[in-house]
């Protein structure tokens, strides 16, 4: 199993980014993926969820409103699209199939918001 994400960076506050998970080494389409954060000094925090069926949860109640998950299943991967985005979403972003049985955590994807 091998996730890899992308699109972070350095955003202003109040700005959008679009974040990527491609995976690869199981079957993508079967699997519920998720996408995680963890701030400097924080607990990982899992942020939001899609279904094989594309049913969507958002878990993280400071974001709602604000981040769209979705995914590619012919491209084998899975978008965060986050707005407005605030300092307090400063943090590296993961993504991960779901369940994950013993899966280890990909590189992450810093996203920095500050002006």
């Known amino acids: 199993v091998q996730l890899v994400e992308s699109g972070g960076g350095l955003v202003q506050p109040g700005g959008s980014l679009r974040l990527s998970c491609v995976a690869s080494g199981f079957a993508f389409s079967s699997y519920a993926m998720r996408w995680y954060r963890q701030g400097s000094g924080k607990e990982r925090e899992l942020v939001s969820e899609?279904?094989?069926?594309?049913?969507?949860?958002v878990f993280a109640d400071s974001v709602k409103g604000r981040v769209t998950i979705s995914r590619d299943n012919p491209k084998n991967t899975v978008y965060l699209q986050m707005n407005s985005l605030k300092p307090e979403d400063t943090a590296v972003y993961y993504c991960?199939?779901?369940?994950?049985?013993?899966?280890?955590w990909g590189q992450g994807t810093q996203v920095t918001v500050s002006s």
């Open positions: 991960k199939r779901f369940p994950s049985g013993s899966d280890s």
């Open positions: 899609i279904s094989q069926l594309r049913k969507i949860t």
